[in-house]
């Protein structure tokens, strides 16, 4: 990368984890918001959502991009962030979009999170670089975090009776449903995982000196 495509990459992210984190803070405050005596546990069902997570992910990689940190430029890295976040998009618009009404607050705070810190993060992963070098085996490490997310949400779920997603709700749709849910997205995170490796490798090939 030149300086100028650096300097354009650092002030790009930095952009990307103000956003996420203008919109994590709105996702917080409409959380707590109706339940002032129970902010332990309205923090924890914050944390529980995946969305969440993963944009709290984009802002930290983000934040280092801006600093020019080495660790956050790693191409495995940066691309494991973009199947996550894509994740993200796609699941709220084919199965949640529908389903959520908002006040005017809460309403610019999923529109960040779900599809404003999204898009900026894949408009970015794809503009800059670096690319390439990423291990055949690496979308397969990428299914750790999902899969403990899975877990613990069942998990908190069996204790608390609360799901943040309906497809992942026990109570509603029993186990074997669930189950099942469960493999079909470790799918999708698998088959997402490998097309960007492929896309990350076109785009190194593509950016590469004749």
């Not at 029993?174 to 490798?201: C, E, H, K, P, S």
Request: net charge positive; charged share 10%; hydrophobic share 60%.
């Amino acid at each position: 990368m030149g300086t100028r495509e650096i300097a354009l990459a650092r002030a790009w992210h930095a952009i990307v984890a103000v956003l996420a984190l203008i919109g994590l803070a709105i996702e917080y405050v409409v959380t707590i918001a109706d339940h002032p005596g129970q902010i332990p546990a309205r923090t924890l069902i914050y944390l529980s959502f995946f969305t969440i997570l993963t944009n709290i992910a984009v802002m930290a990689v983000s934040v280092g991009i801006a600093l020019d940190t080495r660790w956050a430029r790693r191409p495995a890295l940066r691309a494991a962030i973009a199947v996550q976040i894509c994740v993200v998009a796609a699941i709220f618009q084919i199965l949640l979009a529908g389903l959520l009404v908002h006040a005017p607050l809460g309403w610019w705070g999923n529109m960040l999170v779900h599809q404003a810190v999204p898009a900026l993060w894949l408009i970015g992963w794809i503009a800059f670089g670096p690319h390439g070098g990423i291990d055949r085996r690496a979308p397969l490490w990428w299914l750790i975090y999902p899969a403990l997310y899975g877990v613990w949400t069942i998990a908190h779920g069996a204790a608390t009776g609360w799901y943040p997603y309906p497809f992942l709700d026990v109570a509603k749709y029993g186990r074997a449903r669930i189950v099942f849910n469960m493999a079909l997205m470790t799918l999708f995170f698998a088959g997402l995982g490998y097309a960007f490796r492929w896309i990350d490798g076109r785009l190194a090939r593509s950016r590469a000196p004749v």
